[in-house]
C-alpha cells in the first residue's frame, strides 16, 4: 500500500468554524489531491498540488484553500465551514498517472 | 465538471457469475484506470491501461481500453463475495488529474 495518511479521520464541527485537513504521504510522489466524495456526485477533485508551494484548482475549489509546504504534507483549510461541506475528503497521491488514494476523513458540518 | 458514464449503476449477481461493467466518455483519454472501493476506505487501484486495444489482468479482473479510446471495460470472472464494493473508472488527458466514472456498485450473493 501506498503510504499515505490522514488526520483526522473523522472530525464533527459547527457551522462558521475553520477546519484543516492534513494528508501526509512517505512516498516522495510529486503530486498530491484533495477530493470530495457525496452520495451521487462521486470523486470531484477540490485543489491539487504539483510541487512544493505549486497548487490549482480542482472543480470544486470554492470555500477551500491548500498549501504545501513540505513535499510530504498536503493541507485542506475549510476557512468557515458550511453544512454544504459535509462529506468524505480523500487524499490521493502520484508521480506520473496512477492515483493512490488515503482512507479518508470523514468531516461532519453541524 | 465532467464525469465519465459507467454502466450499470448496480449490478446484484449469485456467487461464481461473470461481472462486466463500462465506461465511456465523449473524448479521449491517454490512460484508463479502474479502482474499487470497500466502505468505509478509500479507492484502490485494480488496473492501469495506457494504450488503446491494450488487455490487462489481474488475477480474476480483467481490463481494455478501447479501440476509439473513448472507452474501457472491466470484467471480473467466478465472483466471490469479497468482489462487493463500488467500482470506478478514471481517466486521464494528460498526467496530472483524472476524471471519474460515476461508479458501479457491486453485490454478491451466496
Known amino acids: 500500500d501506498a503510504g499515505i495518511t490522514q488526520s483526522p479521520r473523522h472530525k464533527v464541527t459547527e457551522t462558521g468554524t475553520p477546519v484543516t485537513l492534513r494528508c501526509h504521504q512517505t512516498e516522495n510522489h510529486r503530486y498530491m489531491y484533495w477530493y470530495r466524495q457525496d452520495p451521487g456526485h462521486g470523486l470531484r477533485l477540490i485543489h491539487y498540488s504539483y510541487g512544493v508551494k505549486d497548487t490549482d484548482k480542482g472543480e470544486v475549489s470554492d470555500g477551500y484553500s491548500v498549501s504545501r509546504s513540505k513535499t510530504e504534507d498536503f493541507l485542506l483549510t475549510l476557512e468557515s465551514a458550511t453544512s454544504s461541506q459535509t462529506s468524505v475528503y480523500f487524499c490521493?497521491?502520484?508521480?506520473?498517472?496512477?492515483?493512490?488514494f488515503g482512507p479518508g476523513t470523514r468531516l461532519t458540518v453541524l | 465538471g465532467q464525469q465519465l458514464n459507467q454502466s450499470p449503476q448496480s449490478m446484484f449477481i449469485q456467487e461464481g457469475e461473470d461481472v462486466s461493467m463500462n465506461c465511456t466518455s465523449s473524448?479521449?483519454?491517454?490512460?484508463w484506470l479502474w479502482y474499487k472501493q470497500d466502505p468505509g476506505e478509500g479507492p484502490v487501484l485494480l488496473i492501469a491501461l495506457y494504450k488503446a486495444g491494450e488487455l490487462t489482468s489481474n488475477g480474476r479482473l480483467t481490463a481494455q481500453f478501447g479501440i476509439t479510446r473513448k472507452d474501457s471495460f472491466l470484467n471480473i470472472s467466478a465472483s466471490i463475495p469479497s468482489d462487493v464494493g463500488i467500482y470506478f473508472c478514471a481517466g486521464s488527458k494528460n498526467t496530472d488529474k483524472l476524471i471519474f466514472g460515476t461508479g458501479t456498485r457491486l453485490q454478491v450473493f451466496p
Open positions: 473524448s479521449i483519454f491517454n490512460t
Open positions: 490521493a497521491i502520484s508521480d506520473v498517472n496512477e492515483q493512490f
